[in-house]
Nanobody
Framework: QVQLVESGGGLVQAGGSLRLSCTAS????????MGWFRQAPGKEREFVAA????????YYADSLKGRFTISRDNAKNTVFLQMNSLKPEDMAVYYC?????????????????WGQGTQVTVSS
């Protein structure tokens, strides 16, 4: 059974940082694109970042460039999301997702595997 488990969420003050982790079990995703999405209360789920299988190429939502960094450690079957200079509008449930192929895409419709999500709360 494939599982993606996120961790690292929590409460942080505006301007602070958090590092989210997503560890996969049940199969390896070392050849698959992976991504992070988020969903705030009352809003649709939105793309945050995605990374190719080797970690050499990454994509970000335009509004998050320069503050968020996605990376991966294939030996540990883990993807990370470093979030800096957090703002109250970054508050959401953050989801890790994996594709079944190596092609990096930014729509959540293209991701087959999903974690349960981790809550990020930013206080002003």
């Amino acid at each position: 059974q494939v599982q993606l488990v996120e961790s690292g969420g929590g409460l942080v003050q505006a301007g602070g940082s958090l590092r989210l982790s997503c560890t996969a079990s049940g199969r390896t995703f070392s050849t698959n694109a992976m991504g992070w999405f988020r969903q705030a209360p009352g809003k649709e789920r939105e793309f945050v970042a995605a990374i190719n299988w080797s970690g050499s190429t990454s994509y970000y939502a335009d509004s998050l460039k320069g503050r968020f960094t996605i990376s991966r450690d294939n030996a540990k079957n883990t993807v990370f999301l470093q979030m800096n200079s957090l703002k109250p509008e970054d508050m959401a449930v953050y989801y890790c997702a994996a594709r079944t192929t190596a092609l990096v895409l930014t729509s959540d419709r293209n991701y087959a595997y999903w974690g349960q999500g981790t809550q990020v709360t930013v206080s002003s």
